[in-house]
């Protein structure tokens, strides 16, 4: 696993589940992380920790699922784009 490493201030987007089920788009204050591994700097620390798991893609789509499950498939699915907000340069592991 890369480790990640604290960077400034940013607005993030984020999901917040409503009582009916479905979800909101949020925008919070917070600190941006970047994947040491690929230097590439995510809103989330989430993000950046999940970086490797990925395959240090620069964009993903993030799942949110709630409410019931009704013939195998959840009553609120939704999917998300997530970007990174930009790649930094890392030292090379071989240096």
Known sequence: MSSVTKREPVQANIMEPLL????RAETVSKSAWRCDG???????????????S???????????VSGAIINGRAQYERF????????????SATA
């Open 80 to 91: 998300y784009d997530r970007d990174a907000i930009r790649r930094e340069a890392v030292a």
């Open 20 to 23: 009916d089920g479905g979800f």
């Open 54 to 64: 990925r395959r240090h893609v620069s964009h993903y789509q993030q799942r949110y």
């Open 38 to 52: 690929c230097g590439l700097v995510w809103p989330m620390k989430h993000q950046a920790v999940d970086c490797e």
